[in-house]
């Protein structure tokens, strides 16, 4: 028997309720790639235009252009808010997929939260670079921005100093997640005295880069300031 090829994913657009509100971590768009998932949502009524009433969803996932009509079900299954539709399945997995000692500061993220460093101290930064790092089974679903949020919250915190030693702590994830980071604007945007890092760190970052992730390697040269290793302690 010839297997049958994997589905293809659906790709879920904006929500918008009658009512406005959001669930500010939820993504523009997002997709749906768990079968049964995709089942649901094919189950529903298809694109139809504008409703009525002013609620709308927008779905990338049909070649018929529109918008289905506001449902009971729909509002069950697509909406952000829902506690039983698929954006919180997708954020509930991504909160039990968390490092045990980060569940909880997940758990309040994707409860619509934004708890800041100060709830989860303690935890090396090394196990933040890898969770955010961390190779996800559906990249793209409704928990992707709370993925890059959550962990960058703490690291956007930290002194620079700690983050050059987690970089030579953590593994290959983290370390992905390192040059991600160093190369974004929570970092890049520091007073140039706070960009100095250890050559040791300096080095993994650049190799990882020119190995892994060559669009960030102009920025990590550009913006990583050496600073002699005999000039720093470990934490």
Request: charge should be neutral.
């Amino acid at each position: 028997m010839t297997p049958l090829p994997p589905r293809k994913p659906l790709v879920e657009g904006d929500f918008s309720r009658p009512d406005g509100a959001r669930h500010p971590h939820h993504p523009g768009d997002y997709e749906i790639t768990d079968p049964a998932e995709i089942a649901e949502v094919e189950a529903l009524p298809p694109p139809t235009g504008p409703d009525p009433h002013g609620g709308t969803f927008t779905c990338m996932c049909s070649e018929a252009a529109g918008a289905r009509p506001v449902t009971p079900e729909l509002l069950r299954l697509l909406d952000p808010l829902s506690p039983t539709g698929i954006p919180a399945r997708h954020r509930a997995r991504w909160v039990a997929a968390a490092p045990p000692e980060l569940r909880e500061y997940a758990a309040a993220w994707a409860d619509g939260g934004e708890p800041g460093p100060e709830t989860v101290p303690g935890v090396p930064l090394a196990v933040v670079f890898a969770w955010m790092g961390a190779v996800r089974e559906e990249p793209r679903d409704a928990a992707r921005l709370l993925a890059v949020r959550a962990p960058e919250r703490i690291l956007a915190a930290a002194r620079t100093e700690d983050l050059a030693w987690a970089v030579r702590e953590t593994g290959r994830a983290g370390l992905d997640a390192a040059v991600a980071f160093f190369a974004g604007e929570h970092f890049t945007t520091r007073h140039p005295k706070h960009r100095r890092v250890p050559e040791t760190a300096r080095g993994l970052l650049l190799g990882h880069a020119r190995r892994h992730r060559p669009a960030d390697l102009p920025v990590l040269e550009r913006r990583l300031l050496r600073l002699p290793e005999d000039r720093i302690r470990r934490p």
